[in-house]
């Protein structure tokens, strides 16, 4: 990245729409644009599409947390006025990343190999058979530009290193051995009784109380056993925080929105032939969604320049108004429109205020509260957390694993099938909602201390290891009494860790610009709400404009000479 | 496959359907004139494939092949290799119609005849099955053709068990996959496999494994389905028993060829008259069972040779296999005292239905005493009618409550060998009943209640053979009477189990069935009766049961009822005097079982609904007159002579001709008008009383 090969010139100067980074929703924004016949320019400083939502090889991957993790060198030329008819606004980065530790146990293994993997940035990440994204990609035809696998289960682990099958359907609630007869009775008739209400069936309906409800209060009232209601509250609906603790609780679910989740969880399941479980995963990593978007724009016109960092931003001298970008090459382009990567920061001249139309066009770009930090993990095995099965979904429901444990990890497993990673060997993601840094590690440490190995011997500092060993031995010590006699415990070996990064992202970053941004990875398992927000933001740049057209399948261009350029 | 919305044809669907028809009707016109003219030259075997590919039901497409492919192979130039060449092209024809319908009789029976010819690999079947399976996992036509296939692969039992299991875990919702897995364990049991020895250590498994289904969906059937089989096999001891039997073991059986006797010494109970010069022995087994003879059963006493003795089964159709079996012995002609005894089993040969033999030999005695006739018979009769009216009965007394305790202990045989046997049975009905219950907490169920009823009714009857109390008919009668509010459509089952409970509960021990147990009149009086009359009336009975506990009954009084069938009455061979007035019985037919009754002289059925209903819904359930022996036993000439309108009055020729009636009550029935009491005088002549009147 260091070395920057001299600059072409771009030609034209001029478009309609600038998109600075290559994250999914950029991409889909710079798709969407050039499907309503914009000009589009899509820029990205890094030699890889993606960004923050990329996947990397293993040797890039901590250089791109770490560039991400510090405020960068004051600007290189100090703000200054052209003598032109523009301000310069100098561009900065926000870090994003904090806390990270990268921990190599097979040193040569991985480096020989490290182009083999494919790892997310911002994993965790699944799609769900039946989710917006899936809509999307089929909708835009971008589907042609990608394979995709099924993730095959989903497992409630507990904190002795048990994976419990979550019973989804009704031929696994059939066959699951882990529910009494009384438990999969009122688990099938919940199912059913939400089934029948979505159905719009007059004689099950739930009420509009009900549905205002917390989704938590209404299982409740179902009579539904401990054990089923936290099924269906992490493991169904993907609930983030201990619904049952509304001291902790910073996103209590609705009915009405528990519901929605059961019913994009139920038609996900089925609904394609050859997907057993309720999730895809893409072949090659997430990166692939941008990337596919990205062909998409560029089929439809849209100009790619990647390694291409943008140093400021041309306003109008009078009124303040965006103008165009200068590009690291020296170069002024100019657009009616930019869409900016989140971790962009402009920096205002002191004393002047922002020009402000923008800003309050988007009210719904101010976060609505602040959701603290994501902790992430990705850890790389030679075995599988469990035999006979290789892609699949963990989920450890708030207080499963210790008391101060307020939020749902989450954990999947994908092998080297999705050719994400050496032959024989499994990638996990493990993420969890946190307040800070610390909070965050303590939760992956905890879910990796239940499931894996860790080696002594390791390059990684010596923090971590007593870090790693403190937490170990708290779990040790609730567990020991039942631990005996468990079933799981001594006889199978667990997988060993051969490598792991461990950092925590940011989720909110003071915001409100009078430039357009796009949304940071948030904290899901899917991306129904980054689309949703990307949607938002097209309508917001564009409101006359529709977001991909339904006409806009019907006639697929090949992709030939428009394939992005690297 | 399932569940799919019918749709209305399009016009260019109709169109197209238009054009098939007429192309399928060519194809018809010409394979018809090859089939019929016996050619079987390629071009007109392909012409039949072409057929079976449009419309792979015509059968005679099918046989026609059938005659070309025996065509082919009797042809003297005929090698190996042109039997395989010829039987895989049909293998082909079949496959691509089950293509166009793989619900077609024809194909998978073709499929089945040529795989039965022995020259192709059945290993190509099973792959077959699979896509097949795949594609309609419930496809019973596929499942029946797997069970040839395993079988011809003698593939094992164990394995097509684990197939089952695979399918239901793919989707438990498949009657199918369950039957078939009923009639895998059945082959096992059978066959003593490896594992599957004693049903009581494979059912509870089976048990388990339903229970998952049951619990998950209670509205999906076929689970019930397969709950209803275990509990079959649970209860359903397989060999089969003697229940009862009349007389019973120790009886005292006093003859009496007229009204007097010396009823002092006897019981009320085990006093027979008898006009007929012989008295009957009654076996009532637990299920219908055939090869009861002289050689398997031997009754030894003194005034009859064993050999005479001819058993006959007393079913409503004219099958050889029955629940109930009858001998008839001729009384001895002198005062004497005598000791029958009567071995059952003791030789190999009574077989149940199902196929198992009588193995627990048993054997019951009683003695009988003849009381000679005293009087001139015909004097007394004639003037007596018999009325059982509510002032006729008085309660029975408890002057000789001795005599009766006695005697009501040796009404039924003991089965002391089935007690210790049945104990992991009644285990296992205890736990489903704790499951059930415990299902019926959690939700309102009609299908768990009645399974609830039944598994009740079951422990009850398994757990307390000789304690004589139903602990749990309370609970199964309101479980019925629930289930007939909850579930109208199936009212009329519901009220006939109740009826059967009912019934159950009353027979059930002594005190109770003595309450039903009054004195006719001035018992002396009677000259046709015993002097018990069993009064059933006024119970809303639908259905008549308990037959095994009533054998002894002379007079029974079911009035004001609901019956609409008196089914299994026939067990009842003591019945002189039955009052059926004011049921709901339809039809002449109904009355089938009282045919089998030889001392039947007085029958009241009057106030019921004959010929009200121009057709006669229950006729089916009834063996039809058009069936059986009907026939052979008809004697054109003598309806001829007694001047009867054969065709006009079938049924009630065929009724009433064997009936030895003193007396009956039809008034109040649609079909008794004048004209139609004047046929029945005709057929019956001895008939002295009809309606009340004194007949000249």
Redesign the interface.
């Known amino acids: 990245m260091d070395d920057i090969p001299p600059y072409p010139p771009i030609d034209p100067t001029t478009f309609d729409l600038i998109v600075i980074g290559t994250g999914l929703p950029e991409s889909i924004i710079a798709a969407a644009a050039s499907t309503a016949s914009k000009s589009v320019l899509h820029l990205d400083p890094n030699p890889f599409y993606g960004s923050h939502f990329s996947s990397l090889p293993l040797a890039d991957l901590p250089s791109f947390l770490s560039s991400h993790s510090t405020s960068p060198s004051p600007p290189h030329s100090p703000s200054s006025d052209d003598p032109n008819e523009f301000s310069l606004l100098e561009f900065a980065t926000r870090p994003l990343y904090s806390s990270i530790d990268i921990s190599t146990f097979s040193p040569n293994l991985l480096d020989q190999h490290s182009r083999k993997f494919n790892l997310d940035v911002a994993g965790p990440r699944v799609l769900f058979c039946a989710d917006k994204s899936i809509e999307l990609l089929l909708r835009t035809g971008t589907n042609q530009y990608m394979e995709f696998k099924s993730v095959d289960a989903t497992f409630v682990g507990d904190n002795k290193g048990n994976l419990w099958s979550v019973p989804d359907s009704r031929a696994a609630i059939f066959k699951d051995k882990s529910l009494g007869l009384v438990e999969k009775n009122k688990l099938m008739r919940f199912f059913k009784l939400v089934q029948g209400h979505l159905a719009g069936e007059q004689d099950v309906k739930i009420s509009e109380e009900d549905l205002q409800s917390p989704f938590v209060d209404f299982l409740n009232k179902m009579g539904l056993p401990p054990k089923i209601k936290s099924f269906i509250l992490y493991a169904i609906a993907m609930a983030d925080y201990d619904q049952e603790d509304t001291g902790v609780c910073r996103d209590l679910l609705k009915t009405k929105d528990g519901i929605d989740q059961l019913a994009l969880y139920n038609a996900s399941i089925g609904r394609f032939q050859n997907a057993s479980g309720a999730f895809l995963y893409p072949i090659y990593g997430q990166g692939e969604l941008s990337q596919a978007f990205c062909r998409r724009a560029a089929v439809k016109g849209c100009l790619y320049v990647l390694r291409m960092p943008v140093t400021a931003l041309l306003v109008d001298k009078d009124t303040g108004c965006y103008k165009g970008v200068r590009l690291a090459s020296g170069q002024d382009i100019f657009s009616q429109k930019l869409i900016l990567d989140p971790t962009f920061k402009v920096t205002l001249p002191l004393g002047s205020s922002p020009p402000l139309p923008l800003k309050e066009k988007l009210p719904f770009f101010s976060l609505k509260d602040d959701k603290g930090k994501i902790a992430r993990g990705i850890c790389i095995t030679k075995t599988s957390l469990k035999p006979d099965i290789s892609n699949f979904l963990v989920v450890y429901p708030p207080r499963s694993l210790f008391p101060e444990q307020v939020t749902s990890i989450r954990l999947l497993q994908i092998a080297s099938n999705l050719a994400v990673c050496l032959p024989g060997m499994f990638v996990l993601y493990i993420s969890a909602l946190c307040n800070d840094d610390d909070q965050g590690k303590k939760l992956i440490h905890a879910v990796m201390n239940t499931l894996l190995t860790v080696p002594l011997d390791s390059e990684s500092n010596a923090a971590v290891q007593s870090e790693t060993a403190e937490i170990g031995s708290a779990v040790q010590d609730e567990t020991s009494e039942s631990s005996s006699g468990g079933p799981s415990d001594s006889g199978e070996e667990k997988p060993t860790l051969l490598w792991s990064a461990l950092y925590s992202q940011e989720l909110t970053l003071g915001q409100v610009d009078f430039i357009c941004s796009t949304p940071m990875p948030d904290g899901k398992l899917n991306y129904n709400d980054l689309i949703d927000t990307t949607f938002k933001i097209f309508q917001e740049i564009y409101p006359e404009e529709e977001f991909f057209p339904e006409t806009s399948l019907e006639n697929p261009e090949v992709d030939g000479d428009a394939s992005p350029e690297t | 496959m399932h569940g799919r919305p019918r749709k209305a044809p399009k016009p260019e669907e109709e169109a197209a359907s238009v054009a098939k028809a007429q192309k399928l009707r060519a194809l018809q016109t010409q394979f018809f004139s090859f089939h019929h003219n016996k050619i079987y030259t390629k071009e007109a075997v392909e012409l039949s494939a072409k057929l079976l590919e449009i419309n792979p039901e015509s059968y005679t497409a099918w046989n026609y092949r059938k005659l070309a492919v025996e065509h082919y192979l009797s042809q003297p130039d005929c090698n190996p290799d042109l039997i395989k060449s010829v039987l895989d092209d049909e293998l082909r024809v079949v496959e691509n119609a089950l293509r166009q319908n793989f619900k077609s009789y024809g194909a998978w029976h073709h499929r089945k005849w040529v795989i039965s010819k022995g020259h192709s690999s059945v290993n190509n079947e099973l792959r077959l099955l699979d896509k097949f399976q795949k594609a309609d996992s419930r496809n019973f036509h596929a499942w029946n053709y797997r069970r040839f296939v395993a079988e011809s692969m003698k593939r094992s039992e164990q394995d097509e068990l684990k197939y089952t299991e695979d399918m239901i875990?793919?989707?438990?919702s498949n009657y199918s996959a369950w039957h078939n897995r009923s009639v895998l364990l059945s082959a096992l049991f059978e066959k003593k496999a490896e594992g599957f020895l004693s049903k009581e250590k494979v059912l509870p498994e089976e048990y388990e494994f339903i229970?998952?289904?049951i619990?998950?969906?209670?509205d999906d059937q076929s689970g019930w389905f397969y709950h209803l089989w275990l509990l079959d096999q649970t209860v359903t001891t397989d060999s089969p028993l003697l229940a009862s039997s009349w007389p019973g073991h120790g009886y005292d059986v006093l003859l009496v060829e007229d009204r007097c006797y010396n009823g002092s010494a006897f019981s009320p109970f085990t006093a027979l008259h008898s006009d007929s010069g012989s008295f009957p022995i009654v076996l009532y087994f637990n299920q219908p069972v055939g090869g009861v003879s002289s050689s398997t059963v031997t009754v030894e006493c003194g005034f009859n040779k064993n050999e005479d003795l001819l058993w006959k089964p007393l079913s409503a159709s004219n099958s050889q296999t029955a629940r109930v079996w009858v001998a008839h012995l001729k009384i001895p002609s002198s005062d004497l005292h005598s000791t029958v005894e009567v071995s059952v089993g003791h030789s190999k040969g009574i077989i149940s239905t199902r196929g198992f033999e009588y193995s627990h030999p048993s054997m019951f005695s009683f003695k009988v005493r003849v009381q000679p006739m005293e009087r001139d018979f015909s004097q007394v009769s004639v003037a007596e009618s018999i009325s059982l009216r509510e002032e006729n009965f008085k309660i029975y007394g408890t002057q000789s409550e001795e005599s009766i305790i006695n005697s009501f202990n040796q009404l039924s045989i003991k089965n002391g060998h089935e007690s210790t046997a049945s104990n992991w049975r009644s285990e296992a009905l205890a736990k489903e009943i704790e499951?059930f219950r415990?299902?019926l907490s959690?939700?309102d169920c009609k299908i768990g209640k009645l399974t609830l009823a039944r598994l009740l009714m079951a422990y009850d009857v398994m757990s307390y053979p000789f304690a004589n109390k139903l602990v749990h008919s309370e609970e199964v009668l309101e479980l019925y009477s629930d289930l007939m509010k909850l579930d109208p459509t199936h009212y009329q089952y519901y009220k006939d189990e109740h009826s059967m409970v009912l019934l159950q509960k009353v027979t059930s021990s002594k005190e109770s069935l003595l309450q039903h147990c009054f004195q006719y009149k001035d018992s002396v009086s009677s000259a046709i009766c015993g002097p018990i009359c069993l009064r059933l009336n006024n119970l809303s009975l639908s259905r008549m049961g308990a037959f095994e506990k009533l054998l002894w009954v002379q007079m029974l009084d079911l009035s004001d009822n609901e019956l609409q069938s008196i089914e299994g009455l026939e067990a009842m061979q003591l019945l002189s005097c039955l009052s059926l007035r004011n049921n709901k019985l339809r039809s002449l037919t109904a009355l089938e079982p009282l045919r089998k009754l030889k001392l039947l002289r007085v029958l009241d059925i009057s106030y019921n609904q004959i010929g009200d209903h121009s057709i006669d819904t229950t006729r089916y359930l009834c063996s039809s007159p058009l069936s059986h022996s009907v026939g052979s036993e008809s004697n054109k000439d003598e309806t001829v002579t007694s001047g009867v309108a054969l065709i006009d009055n079938w049924e009630a020729f065929y009724i009433f001709k064997d009936f030895n009636l003193n007396q009956l009550d039809i008034v109040g029935n649609t079909i008794a008008d004048e004209k139609f009491k004047s046929i029945l005088v005709k057929i019956m002549p001895k008939l002295k009383q009809l309606d009340g009147k004194l007949l000249g």
């Open positions: 875990y793919k989707n438990f229970h998952q289904a619990f998950t969906d209670p499951c415990e299902l959690l939700m």
